[in-house]
């Protein structure tokens, strides 16, 4: 999921993107991608896929924060 979340980031960049879409989005995908790496039983899966996932769902709340104090 954490793949698909940079490729997303990559297909919604540019001035006329929807940020709410996007932010949506990353944040879809990384508890997806928790819920996943925790459904595996392999514990290096686990920990490599919820780390990453981690990484995504707290630059997404910087993104979701950011806008929230660029707005007036």
Known sequence: ???????????LR???ADIYVGIKIFSVLSII???FA????????FFIGGILNICMLVF???LLLAMG???P
């Open 38 to 45: 925790f459904i595996s039983g392999n514990k290096l899966w």
């Open 60 to 62: 997404t709340f910087f």
């Open 33 to 35: 991608g928790i819920v």
């Open 69 to 71: 104090i660029g707005e």
């Open 14 to 16: 540019g001035p006329n």
């Open 1 to 11: 999921m954490f793949i698909s979340s940079i490729i997303a980031f990559y297909i």
